[in-house]
């Protein structure tokens, strides 16, 4: 996994899960769906470089 798409992977998965938390905090049903959208969006991109990574070896 190249270190750049890792910390993209990172940054919105951790964007997403606190935009999710002030989201449901505040009563804020879209923010909330949004940030978990962007925290899965997260999570598909850590996925595809990992798979990458296993198909390298």
């Known amino acids: 996994m190249s ?3 890792k910390a993209k992977a990172k940054t919105e998965q951790a964007a ?4 999710k938390a002030v989201g449901r905090a ?3 049903e ?3 769906a949004e940030g978990s959208a962007k925290e ?3 999570d598909l991109r850590s996925a595809k ?3 990458k ?3 390298k070896d």
Do not use: I
């Not at 997403?16 to 935009?19: D, F, H, I, Q, V």
């Open 3 to 5: 270190a750049e798409e």
């Open 16 to 19: 997403g899960k606190a935009e």
């Open 26 to 28: 505040v009563g804020n």
């Open 30 to 32: 879209r923010m909330e």
């Open 40 to 42: 899965s969006k997260g």
């Open 49 to 51: 470089e990992k798979s």
């Open 53 to 55: 990574d296993a198909f």
